[in-house]
């Protein structure tokens, strides 16, 4: 399967490991994740590879890259029947110049869609609506995208479904089997491609993240038997550096319970919020680094663990805030490997150790 990773890619790469020396310190983030035959890589917006250094920090740090949001239906068919994938492309032609693979974000999901979509699907005579899209930004980059996010955010148990999938216009007008039908169109469309279904809430360790995880493990179980074809967990990753930590031992089980299902697992949105954070810029990235390092030590110890990406590379191009405390204090975002100038931060480290530490 091309976007899993084969035992031969392992024993590969665990080969390679002990022929190749220690890899130093500052080894970058991807080699390291390749020398463990996984994928470190970020989002990106096609704009930022007009900036020549952080284009060179791309390449040297990542071997996966995914659209923050121009693989979006609100970018990408802002009136219906007008497509535009330029920025994808851009970001496509970036990937395959240096090497570097690309995963798609995202195809069926209740946000970022264009104004005119909603309505259209409520009233849709048929399921052209889901289908078509599905095909189209697939078949554009069939054989070439290591996986997609198929569908996003379908779970949220407080919508209080017994089933716990989010009450959405998809579900409204097609029922959950609007899922199945997004990934079967998906096999389809590019065989090749790893199939992610990508969401939100199985990080944490509060009651809710309970409730979500254990939605979440029942939707892939009925899935899985009914022949769905889901591939991997995409778990987006968006930590709290001060809020309640990670449970790493609810986290372990879940994980190994994703992975006795023969899914992949893959970090697809990784950064961690500070927000709530006194300014000193030190004391927010020690949190950054060490709520990034409880996370990433659970989940790469997991063998199913294929890819870590995050959300950005580069505090650079974070928006900042509104409010009075940003614009009083001069708080940015901190939540982010490496900092606005492009130098590596303690998260940045704390990711290092982690692929170092999973060999
Ligand atoms: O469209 C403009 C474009 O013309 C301009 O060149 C560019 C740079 O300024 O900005 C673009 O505007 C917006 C873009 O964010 C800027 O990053 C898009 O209109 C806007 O839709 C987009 O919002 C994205 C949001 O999802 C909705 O798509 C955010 O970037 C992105 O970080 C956020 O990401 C989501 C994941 O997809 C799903 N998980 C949660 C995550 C965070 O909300």
Known sequence: M????????????????????????????????????????????????????????????TNILVPEYELKRLIVEPEPGRFDFSGADALAGFAANHGMKMRGHTLIWYAANPPWLENKVLHAPDDEILTDFVSRSMGRYRGRFHSWDVVNEAIFPDDGRPDGLRNCAWLKRFGPGYIDLAFHTAKRADPEALLVYNDWGCEGGEAWNDRFR????????????????????????HLNGYGPPIDQKKLRLFLDAVRAMGLAILVTELDVDETKAPLDSAVRDRAVADATARFLDVVLDNPATCAVLTWGLSDR?????????????????????????LRRKPMWSAISRAFTRSA
Do not use: N, W
């Open 2 to 61: 091309r976007g899993g990773v084969s035992r031969r890619t392992v024993l590969g790469a665990a080969a390679a490991g002990m022929l190749m020396p220690a890899l130093g310190a500052d080894a970058p983030l991807r080699t390291l994740a390749a020398s463990r035959g996984k994928l470190f890589g970020c989002a990106a917006g096609s704009y930022q590879l007009k900036d020549a250094d952080f284009a060179a920090a791309l390449v040297r740090e």
């Open 214 to 237: 254990s939605a979440t493990l029942k939707f892939l179980e009925g899935a899985k038997a009914r022949g769905v074809p889901i591939e991997a967990l995409g778990l987006q990753g």
């Open 317 to 341: 191009y974070l928006h900042k805030p509104d409010g009075l405390r940003a614009a009083l204090s001069g708080y940015s975002p901190r939540k982010l490997p490496l900092d606005a100038d």
